[in-house]
């Protein structure tokens, strides 16, 4: 299954907490950027950010990248979860909102919304995630929000208090 021939702008969120953050979500990046049929069209500042369910570990470095993909929504998905595994990655229940190497969200996929078996797209918390709203403004704040308007709008209607951007650590240079 493709994308539209012409593709679509897709958002992806990215974090880490373990080992070298900065340098797993840099490595990220690059992978996105490396998949077929697909541009980085921007990538964040890197920002420091309380953990978010699970509060007893390391704080998370989080960015967001926007891309331009070919791929259909399950195909880019299982790209991120496979750059996730090249990362070190292992998944399961107990892992739930805990300490990771890498982690990548399909945000928002073309301004559509997508409700499969492990596929929801607007990423199901995203409204509520400062962490995640914070950088993805940064990159892609006019984008699509179904129910939300916009990722500014959305942005707007929560607190973004402890989403701090890491000095010395730029995005896309």
Same mark, same amino acid.
């Given at each position: 299954?493709?994308?539209?021939?012409? #593709?679509v702008r897709?958002?992806?969120?990215?974090?880490?907490n373990?080992?070298?953050?900065?340098?797993?979500?840099?490595? $990220?990046?690059?992978?996105?950027? $490396?998949?077929?049929?697909?541009?980085?069209l921007?990538l964040?500042?890197?920002y420091?950010t309380?953990?978010?369910? &699970?509060v007893d570990q390391?704080?998370?470095?989080?960015?967001?990248a926007l891309v331009?993909?070919?791929?259909?929504?399950?195909?880019?998905?299982e790209?991120?979860l496979?750059?996730e595994?090249e990362?070190? &990655?292992?998944?399961?229940?107990e892992? &739930?909102?805990?300490p990771?190497?890498?982690d990548?969200?399909?945000?928002?996929?073309?301004g559509?919304?997508?409700d499969?078996?492990?596929? &929801?797209v607007?990423?199901?918390?995203?409204?509520?995630?400062?962490f995640a709203?914070?950088?993805?403004a940064?990159?892609?704040?006019a984008?699509p929000?179904p #129910?939300h308007g916009?990722v500014?709008?959305?942005l707007?209607a929560?607190?973004?208090?402890?989403?701090?951007?890491?000095?010395?650590?730029?995005?896309?240079?």
């Amino acid at each position: 299954m493709t994308a539209a021939l012409d #593709g679509v702008r897709a958002c992806i969120g990215l974090g880490a907490n373990l080992g070298q953050p900065a340098l797993a979500l840099r490595h $990220a990046a690059d992978a996105l950027a $490396a998949l077929p049929g697909t541009r980085l069209l921007a990538l964040s500042r890197f920002y420091r950010t309380p953990a978010w369910g &699970r509060v007893d570990q390391p704080d998370f470095i989080n960015a967001a990248a926007l891309v331009h993909t070919r791929l259909a929504p399950e195909v880019l998905l299982e790209s991120l979860l496979r750059i996730e595994r090249e990362a070190g &990655r292992e998944r399961g229940p107990e892992s &739930r909102w805990g300490p990771r190497v890498l982690d990548l969200d399909l945000l928002l996929y073309g301004g559509q919304v997508i409700d499969r078996p492990g596929l &929801r797209v607007p990423h199901p918390h995203l409204h509520e995630r400062a962490f995640a709203l914070v950088p993805l403004a940064e990159v892609a704040a006019a984008e699509p929000f179904p #129910g939300h308007g916009t990722v500014a709008e959305a942005l707007r209607a929560i607190d973004g208090t402890g989403v701090e951007p890491v000095q010395g650590v730029a995005g896309l240079d």
